[in-house]
């Protein structure tokens, strides 16, 4: 990866952080009450055209009761951030955990390490399961399916650790 593509990356996600971050006691007083699911929202949005990165991002967005217009913000992500790089899932991924669990000052080292822990557990769960980049997927592939598996455990995730909050 470049170093402009480092900037860009960590610059948009120093963003995300400063735009949202989720107010984990709401998160868990809402949870029972929730409709839908990430997976058939990731499904619906990717028939609307909306690519892996936004489509993953949005979904969670939806999920975590943010301002949807957010989703304009991983929109360059999507086909490897149009270069067949970091897939759209991996991408959309990481800003979903970002607005689950984001510093949203730059000093909440507490948010800093959470946040990185589960950074670290969805690529390492990804590069299991699916290369890194977009380049290195074989056609043809199932992205439907793709998006469904991201969207699963983002949301798994993402309810696991409201609990521990």
């Not at 960590?10 to 735009?19: E, N, R, T, V, Y």
């Not at 360059?76 to 991924?93: A, I, N, P």
Request: glycine share 10%.
């Amino acid at each position: 990866m470049t170093r402009n593509r480092r900037e860009f990356l960590g610059l948009s996600c120093a963003c995300l952080g400063a735009l949202a971050a989720l107010d984990l006691k709401a998160f868990q007083a809402a949870s029972p009450g929730r409709t839908g699911s990430m997976v058939d929202w990731t499904q619906q949005h990717l028939n609307e055209g909306f690519w892996s990165a936004d489509s993953l991002f949005l979904s969670a967005i939806k999920y975590l009761k943010q301002p949807e217009e957010l989703v304009r913000i991983a929109t360059g992500f999507g086909g490897g951030m149009l270069q067949k790089d970091l897939c759209g899932y991996v991408t959309g991924g990481v800003m979903a955990i970002g607005l689950f669990s984001g510093a949203a000052k730059g000093n909440d080292k507490a948010a800093r390490d959470k946040c990185g822990r589960l950074v670290k557990e969805y690529t390492a769960w990804w590069a299991k399961n699916n290369p890194l980049h977009c380049g290195d997927i074989k056609q043809p592939c199932d992205y439907q399916a793709m998006g469904k598996n991201a969207s699963e455990f983002l949301q798994k995730m993402f309810e696991r650790e409201a609990v521990k909050a």
